[in-house]
């Protein structure tokens, strides 16, 4: 039997598994029966690792009798492309995504099987396994990864697109950004089974609050890791762009940031249901789009995928997810209403509604941005683009904010908070922060923005610190180990802040401060750029079974060598592709590029600079301080979304 036919087995056995399900927990319903239906998503879980091992396989053996192996892999492919080619296209990303959503609802059924006769989770499956469908009858129809090659006997693979097969992080970026996105069903299933049962009043979202700071704290260290293989691959000594498809990314992660911190307003004071009940729908809904963005080709992106069939379908459901989550919360208004309300605009519901207003704003000014676009296409005809710096016009003012209730909101109390209270609380930490910005005005840094940045920063660490220290003393009354005070919602919180604010202050400086320029060099000769010494010292070029390159050797004030190269990719017609070289430490980063060559005619792809003197060649240097911050703030917000999940002995209990 071939790959073609085992795969396509498992993919229709897993999509008829879901299907079952679908009418298995319907009749359930309507017969009011409690059954945990758990052998369905198992069994339909085994058949979509069953159509993954038969795709890893034919990947990993090179088997061209699959269409998809011969266009994203081939013979000198290395083993780690050749695994990380099932997401490296439209259908194989498919095929990721129905394992990550399989093994999640196996594991949902699971959890919940001592609740199957709950109302609330019977809803809840039926629609995880709706989802499920979904996604495995796009695998059925028109994304079917396991499509027949016919000229298998003569192809030797195409090869993965050389931007794919040029770094590691390649195999981790998109799997945690799928997973995060997955991940988001959770909430929205249960959402529209409270809203279908008319039970909106209980504190599911509460419960399912860990999962949802998991799933949220997946995808940002997916969007992270995007940016830095971004900074890493691209050549342009940048992390984000405001691509559509990097937006299409953003924008859940923006509703899925108001989302965990309102749901902490409704376990506290049982405020926010509405607020909670249409940011979970909302969330997943712009998984959908952002799916829509980035596999049905209507927009153009480094990023995206190929044109497809698929940008109907998917529209039609983010529509119908639209459509029925607002058809529920209207027909269920009247049972939304919460008996109390928040007391006063200083209190840590206040504060927490002004964050929800800024992040979801936020989401409207990116969504705005990213369709416009198209609108303007469909009702006109002509294209236009709409560039980076109206997204920064608004993220700055909005990150300046975010910043401030990072600083104050910890330290407000519940319900109503006395200012001279709140300043006792901010008063050390604000005292610091003058003297740190004050130092960084007199090292001769005068902007203003990086200076409200440190300020803001530094008060919003302190909050954050605080409130750990205070985790940590309890830990220590308990006579628990000091460890087990960063556990739980509230010390995993504050280390998600810290992380925010180490993120924060690496974008701000590497920004502001970054010196970028390009200097031509003649073999041995040095240059100083941003008091960092860059010595040329010679090129040689490469030639193996993968690629062609001519790597240039390169020196930092006497470290390296640094190889930035012009690399042509086997495969494909032959890709050229620029990689650069990094010298990083914890202060700054040195990006080096090979821009030309000079002399006359082509070398590997280079540019050729004829007023050069052969030998010579242009490096594209830029030099950005503490963008080393950036990544570390996002590992960090990833551990300690990890420690909100964690949940300490007690509390299980």
């Known amino acids: 039997m071939t790959a073609s036919t085992l795969g396509r087995l498992a993919v229709?056995?897993?999509?008829?598994?879901?299907?079952?399900?679908?009418?298995?927990?319907?009749?359930?319903?309507?017969?009011?029966?409690?059954?945990?239906?758990?052998?369905?998503?198992?069994?339909?879980?085994?058949?979509?690792?069953?159509?993954?091992?038969?795709?890893?396989?034919?990947?990993?053996?090179?088997?061209?009798?699959?269409?998809?192996?011969?266009?994203?892999?081939?013979?000198?492919?290395?083993?780690?492309?050749?695994?990380?080619?099932?997401?490296?296209?439209?259908?194989?990303?498919?095929?990721?995504w129905a394992l990550l959503l399989t093994a999640l609802v196996a594991f949902v059924v699971r959890r919940y099987r001592q609740d199957a006769a709950d109302g609330v989770v019977q809803w809840a499956t039926l629609l995880l396994f709706g989802v499920a469908a979904f996604f495995l009858g796009l695998m059925v129809g028109p994304a079917d990864p396991f499509v027949p090659n016919p000229m298998a006997a003569t192809s030797q693979g195409a090869g993965p697109n050389a931007l794919l097969q040029n770094n590691p992080l390649v195999a981790a970026h998109p799997p945690l950004l799928y997973a995060g996105f997955v991940g988001f069903t959770v909430p929205f299933v249960f959402a529209l089974a409270?809203?279908?049962?008319?039970?909106?009043?209980?504190?599911?979202?509460?419960?399912?609050?860990?999962?949802?700071?998991?799933?949220?704290?997946?995808?940002?260290?997916?969007?992270?890791?995007?940016?830095?293989?971004?900074?890493?691959?691209?050549?342009?000594?940048?992390?984000?762009?405001?691509?559509?498809?990097?937006?299409?990314?953003?924008?859940?992660?923006?509703?899925?940031?108001a989302y965990v911190h309102s749901i902490i307003v409704q376990d506290r004071r049982g405020l926010f249901r509405v607020w909670n009940l249409s940011l979970a729908i909302v969330t997943f809904a712009l998984t959908i789009l952002g799916t829509f963005f980035t596999?049905?080709?209507?927009?153009?992106?480094?990023?995206?995928?190929?044109?497809?069939?698929?940008?109907?379908?998917?529209?039609?459901?983010?529509?119908?997810?639209?459509?029925?989550?607002?058809?529920l919360l209207a027909w269920r208004g009247d049972r939304l209403r919460s008996p109390v309300g928040v007391d006063a605009a200083l209190s840590r519901e206040g504060l927490f509604?002004?964050?929800?207003?800024?992040?979801?704003?936020?989401?409207?000014v990116v969504l705005v941005g990213t369709a416009f676009p198209l609108l303007y296409e469909a009702i006109n005809g002509g294209q236009v683009s709409v560039g980076a710096p109206y997204f920064a016009k608004v993220a700055a003012p909005v990150g300046v904010?975010?910043?401030?209730?990072?600083?104050?909101?910890?330290?407000?109390?519940?319900?109503?908070?006395?200012?001279?209270?709140?300043?006792?609380?901010?008063?050390?930490?604000?005292?610091?922060?003058?003297?740190?910005?004050?130092?960084?005005?007199?090292?001769?840094?005068?902007?203003?923005?990086?200076?409200?940045?440190?300020?803001?920063?530094?008060?919003?660490?302190?909050?954050?610190?605080?409130?750990?220290?205070?985790?940590?003393?309890?830990?220590?009354?308990?006579?628990?180990?000091?460890?087990?005070?960063?556990?739980?919602?509230?010390?995993?919180?504050?280390?998600?802040?810290?992380?925010v604010v180490l993120l924060s202050l690496g974008i701000v400086t590497s920004t502001t401060?970054?010196?970028?320029?390009?200097?031509?060099?003649?073999?041995?000769?040095?240059?100083?750029?941003?008091?960092?010494?860059?010595?040329?010292?010679?090129?040689?070029?490469?030639?193996?079974?993968?690629?062609?390159a001519t790597q240039l050797n390169v020196r930092v004030n006497d470290h390296g060598p640094l190889r930035p190269a012009i690399t042509t990719f086997h495969g494909r017609d032959g890709q050229v592709v620029g990689t650069p070289a990094i010298s990083s430490n914890f202060w700054r980063d040195v990006y080096v590029t090979f821009d030309a060559i000079g002399g006359t005619g082509t070398t590997s792809g280079a540019q050729v600079a004829n007023d050069l003197p052969p030998g010579s060649v242009v490096l594209g240097v830029t030099v950005e301080p503490l963008i080393v911050w950036l990544w570390a703030g996002g590992l960090t917000i990833g551990f300690g979304s990890l420690l909100s999940f964690i949940r300490r002995r007690e509390e299980r209990e």
């Open 513 to 548: 401060l970054a010196t970028k320029t390009e200097v031509a060099l003649a073999k041995g000769q040095s240059t100083i750029v941003a008091g960092q010494r860059i010595t040329y010292l010679g090129l040689r070029n490469v030639n193996d079974e993968l690629r062609q």
């Open 12 to 96: 229709d056995a897993a999509f008829v598994t879901f299907l079952v399900g679908i009418v298995v927990q319907g009749y359930a319903i309507r017969r009011r029966r409690g059954t945990s239906f758990l052998s369905v998503a198992v069994l339909g879980l085994l058949f979509t690792i069953a159509a993954v091992v038969v795709m890893q396989v034919a990947l990993l053996t090179h088997n061209f009798d699959l269409a998809y192996v011969a266009d994203n892999n081939a013979t000198f492919t290395p083993t780690i492309y050749s695994m990380t080619g099932m997401w490296s296209a439209l259908e194989g990303s498919i095929l990721l």
């Open 401 to 499: 904010a975010i910043l401030t209730l990072m600083a104050i909101a910890p330290l407000a109390g519940w319900r109503k908070t006395d200012r001279h209270v709140l300043w006792s609380r901010v008063r050390p930490t604000a005292w610091v922060a003058l003297g740190v910005t004050l130092t960084i005005w007199l090292a001769g840094v005068h902007r203003p923005v990086l200076l409200s940045c440190y300020f803001l920063a530094t008060v919003a660490a302190g909050a954050a610190g605080r409130t750990l220290l205070g985790s940590l003393r309890s830990a220590r009354q308990r006579g628990d180990h000091l460890w087990r005070g960063l556990l739980g919602p509230t010390a995993g919180g504050m280390v998600v802040h810290l992380g």
């Open 194 to 257: 409270m809203l279908i049962t008319g039970r909106v009043d209980e504190r599911w979202p509460v419960r399912l609050r860990r999962w949802t700071v998991l799933s949220w704290g997946v995808l940002s260290v997916g969007i992270v890791l995007g940016a830095w293989w971004s900074y890493q691959v691209l050549g342009w000594g940048g992390f984000w762009g405001w691509d559509p498809v990097e937006n299409a990314a953003l924008l859940p992660w923006l509703t899925g940031t």
């Open 353 to 364: 509604v002004a964050n929800n207003i800024l992040f979801v704003g936020f989401a409207i």
């Open 295 to 327: 596999r049905s080709g209507v927009l153009q992106s480094v990023h995206a995928f190929s044109s497809s069939t698929l940008g109907p379908i998917l529209i039609g459901f983010f529509a119908i997810t639209v459509g029925g989550g607002t058809a």
